[in-house]
C-alpha cells in the first residue's frame, strides 16, 4: 500500500471505465440531485410570479431580492453546519440581533472605529456559540434546550444592551457600506471573469490530477456542459446586476462565506468529521474523531456566522433595534437550508442550500410583496412550501430505502 | 512463561466485573497466519475476551506477550499501537459517507503543499489507495464512491474490515462477521478472511456458526462460563465435539485422542466451573 500513484495502476484500471453519477432520472427521484430539484422549484416560482407581475423579474426587482436573503443566508451557513451534526441552533437569530447591537452601541455610543465594532460584534456570536457549544457537550443536555434558552437570553441581552433609547441609527458610512455599496460595470465584469477562471482552473485541475493517477474521471462533454452552465449564470447574474445599480458588495460577502464554507465542508478534514459525526457518532468516536470538539467548533461557527448575517441586516435596516434578529428570522434561516435539501437528522447536505434556500424562500416572500398580499397569507404560503420541502425530502428518503439503500 | 513463537499470547487472563467473573485463567494465542474460531454460548466471556485484547477491558490478572515480548494493554490506543485491529458487529461505518471517506475515516490524508494548510483532503491518493486495498482483499464493491448506506450487509461487512487493515495490524479481531449475512454474502465474508490468514496475519473470529467457524478457521478455542472449555485443531475435531465444548455436555475419553483437546494442564474441557 504504497501512496505512489505509479504503484497500483492496474489495480485502478479495473475501475477506470466506472462512470460516477450515472442513472440521472433514478438519482433526481432519490434525492441525489436535491439541488436541481429546488433550482427547478426556483424556477417554477419566479416564472409564476413573473406572470403574475412582470416587474417580478426586472433588474431592479432582482438586485433587491439579492439584498433581501444576504442576512438570512448568511445566518443559514451556520446553520447548514449544525444541521449537518443532526442537532439544531434556535439561537441564531437572537445571536443576529445582539451582535449587530453589541457592534452599534461600541461605534455609536463609545465611538469605536467600525472595524474594531465589526469584531466585537462577530466575536460575540462566536463566544455565544463556544458557550452553547460547551454546555451542549459537557452536560450532554439537548441542543435544541441549550439553544432555545439561548434564544430568550440573548433577546434580553439584546434589550439590555441598547438600553432606554431601544433603537441605535447607524450613520458611519464604512457600516452603512456594507449592504449598501455596489460596484460598478467594470468590475462586476472582471469578478465575473476571476470567479469563472477560478472555476474552470479548480475543475480542470481535480480532472488532470484524476486523470493522471489512473482514477474513474469525468467525461469531457459532461465537463464542458458544466463549465459553460456556470459561466453563463455568472454573467447572466453579473449582467442583471449591473444593468441596476452594480454588483452589491453584501452579495458579494453572501456568495464568498458560501462558498468558502461549502470548501471547508466538503474538501477538509474538519469538514469530513462534521458529516461523519452526524452520520454515525459512534463511529467517529471510535475513529479517533474528537467529537466534542467537533461539536462545539461548529456551534461557534453557527453563532459566528449568525452575528455576521446580524450585522449585514443592521447595515441594511441602517439600525439596530429592539426587533433585530426576532420575527421570523430565524425560522427562516433555518428553512431554508432545509428546503434545499440539507436533512435535518445530520450528515446530509451542502452549505449551497443555505444560499439556495434563502433564494427560494425570498422569492416567494418578495414575490407576494408585489403582489401587495397580506403577511398573514405570507406566512401560510411559507409554512406550505416547507412542508412540501421536507415532504419531499422523506419521499426521496423513502424512495432510496426502497432501492435496497439505507 | 514464553509465548512459544505466537503472535499474541494471552496467560493466565482474569477478568471481574464486581462478583462476577467474566473471565478466569484464559490462555490463548494466536500464531500468524492463523485463524482462530472463538465460541461458546451467549454469554461464556467471548466479548469480554476481544474486549480485553483489544484494550476496552483491562484484565484483572494475567499476562500479554505480543510477538514474544511482555506487553500491557491499557487502553486501545495501546492495542492499535501494537497492530491489533478490532472490527466489531455493528461495524461503526458512517452510513453517509463513501467507502473512501469510511475507510479513511480519523486517518484522512492531507494535501501536500499550500492546499494542505487548510487541511485539505487528498482525495485522488486516498482514492488510490483504496482501490489497491479493496483489489488486493477481492472486494467486491460497486464502487469506491458509492455511499456505504447504500451497500449489502456483505459488502459493509467486507468494507469493515478492509478499513481495518489500513493501519497494517498483525492481528485482527472480527466480532460475528457473518451475523445477519446470506448465503452468498457469508461466502464472500469467509473468503474475505481467508485473503487475511494468506497476508500472514492473525485473526480471531467470533461466531455461533459452527459450519462457518469450520470452515475458515485452523484451531477453535471454546469458552464457557467464562473458562476454557477446549481448543481443537479443526483437522480431525468433528461438530458434535466442538458443541459438547460449548454446552458443558460430558465426552469421554477424549485425553487420549490425538490432538482434539490440547492437554497443557490448566482449562481443559472436563474441569468444569470451579
Known amino acids: 500500500m504504497s501512496a505512489d500513484p505509479q504503484a497500483a495502476a492496474p489495480a485502478a484500471g479495473r475501475l477506470a471505465s466506472e462512470r460516477r453519477g450515472g442513472g440521472l432520472v433514478r438519482r433526481f427521484a432519490q434525492g441525489d440531485l436535491a439541488s436541481l430539484r429546488v433550482v427547478v422549484g426556483l424556477a417554477v416560482i419566479w416564472i409564476v410570479f413573473q406572470i403574475q407581475n412582470d416587474r417580478f423579474l426586472s433588474a431592479v426587482n432582482l438586485t433587491n431580492l439579492m439584498l433581501q436573503i444576504t442576512a438570512t443566508g448568511l445566518i443559514s451557513v451556520g446553520v447548514v453546519y449544525v444541521l449537518l451534526l443532526g442537532e439544531i441552533d434556535l439561537s441564531v437569530g437572537a445571536v443576529s440581533g445582539l451582535a449587530a447591537a453589541v457592534m452599534a452601541v461600541f461605534n455609536v455610543k463609545h465611538g469605536w472605529s467600525p472595524y474594531l465594532a465589526v469584531v466585537a460584534g462577530v466575536l460575540t456570536g462566536t463566544a455565544i456559540g463556544l458557550v452553547q457549544g460547551a454546555l451542549f457537550t459537557r452536560f450532554g443536555i439537548p441542543s435544541f434546550v441549550v439553544t432555545l434558552a439561548g434564544l430568550l437570553a440573548w433577546q434580553g441581552a439584546l434589550l439590555y444592551v441598547l438600553g432606554e433609547t431601544g433603537t441605535i441609527n447607524l450613520t458611519n458610512p464604512k457600516l452603512t457600506g456594507l449592504a449598501n455599496t455596489f460596484y460598478a460595470p467594470d468590475v462586476g465584469w472582471i469578478m465575473a471573469l476571476v470567479v469563472i477562471g477560478a472555476y474552470a482552473a479548480g475543475t480542470l485541475g481535480a480532472w488532470r490530477h484524476r486523470l493522471s493517477a489512473g482514477l474513474a474521471h469525468q467525461q469531457v462533454g459532461g465537463m464542458v456542459v458544466r463549465l459553460a452552465v456556470v459561466a453563463v449564470a455568472v454573467l447572466a447574474v453579473v449582467a442583471i446586476l449591473n444593468s441596476d445599480r452594480g454588483v452589491p458588495l453584501a452579495v458579494l460577502i453572501l456568495i464568498a462565506f458560501v462558498a468558502g464554507m461549502q470548501y471547508v465542508a466538503s474538501r477538509t478534514r474538519f469538514g469530513r468529521h462534521v458529516f461523519a459525526v452526524g452520520g454515525n457518532a459512534e463511529a467517529a468516536r471510535r475513529a479517533g474523531i474528537r467529537v466534542e470538539h467537533i461539536r462545539v467548533a461548529v456551534f461557534t461557527i453557527a453563532g459566528s456566522m449568525a452575528a455576521i448575517g446580524g450585522i449585514l441586516a443592521a447595515s441594511r435596516l441602517l439600525a439596530v433595534n429592539q426587533s433585530s434578529g426576532g420575527s421570523d428570522l430565524l425560522l427562516l434561516a433555518i428553512a431554508g437550508p432545509v428546503i434545499a435539501g440539507t436533512s435535518l437528522f445530520g450528515g446530509r447536505g451542502s452549505v449551497w442550500s443555505a444560499l439556495l434556500g434563502a433564494l427560494v424562500i425570498g422569492s416567494i416572500s418578495n414575490g407576494m410583496d408585489l403582489l401587495a398580499l397580506e403577511s398573514s397569507v405570507k406566512f401560510m404560503v411559507t409554512g406550505a412550501v416547507l412542508l412540501a420541502a421536507v415532504i419531499i425530502d422523506a419521499i426521496a428518503r423513502r424512495q432510496r430505502q426502497a432501492a435496497g439503500r439505507v | ?274
Open chain 2, 1 to 274: 512463561m514464553s509465548a512459544n513463537g505466537a503472535l499474541l499470547a494471552l496467560r493466565g487472563v482474569t477478568k471481574r466485573f464486581g462478583p462476577v467473573q467474566a473471565l478466569g485463567g484464559i490462555d490463548f494465542e494466536v500464531h500468524r497466519g492463523e485463524v482462530v474460531g472463538l465460541v461458546g454460548d451467549n454469554g461464556a466471556g467471548k466479548s469480554t475476551l476481544v474486549k480485553t485484547i483489544s484494550g476496552i477491558y483491562e484484565p484483572d490478572e494475567g499476562e500479554f506477550f505480543f510477538e514474544g515480548e511482555p506487553v500491557t494493554i491499557a487502553g486501545p490506543n495501546d492495542a492499535t499501537a501494537l497492530g491489533i485491529a478490532t472490527v466489531y458487529q455493528d461495524l461503526a461505518l458512517c452510513d453517509n459517507l463513501d467507502v473512501v471517506a469510511n475507510l479513511f475515516l480519523g486517518t484522512e490524508l492531507i494535501a501536500p503543499g499550500p492546499a494542505g494548510l487548510t487541511r485539505q483532503l487528498n482525495e485522488t491518493t486516498m482514492e488510490h489507495r483504496s482501490h489497491e486495498l479493496l483489489d488486493q482483499l477481492a472486494v467486491s464493491i460497486p464502487s469506491v464512491r458509492a455511499e456505504v448506506g447504500t451497500m449489502s450487509g456483505g459488502q459493509r461487512q467486507q468494507v469493515a474490515v478492509a478499513r481495518s487493515l489500513l493501519g497494517e495490524p498483525k492481528v485482527v479481531l472480527l466480532d460475528e462477521p457473518t451475523a445477519a449475512l446470506g448465503v452468498a454474502q457469508t461466502a464472500q465474508v469467509l473468503e474475505l478472511i481467508k485473503r487475511l490468514r494468506e497476508r500472514g496475519l492473525g485473526v480471531v473470529v467470533i461466531s455461533h456458526n459452527l459450519a462457518d467457524v469450520f470452515e475458515v478457521t485452523d484451531r477453535i478455542f471454546v469458552l464457557r462460563l467464562g473458562r476454557p472449555a477446549g481448543d481443537f485443531d479443526v483437522r480431525g475435531t468433528t461438530q458434535e465435539q466442538v458443541v459438547a465444548a460449548i454446552t458443558g455436555a460430558q465426552f469421554g475419553g477424549q485425553e487420549g485422542r490425538d490432538g482434539a483437546v490440547r492437554g497443557d494442564g490448566q482449562g481443559d474441557a472436563p474441569e468444569g466451573p470451579r
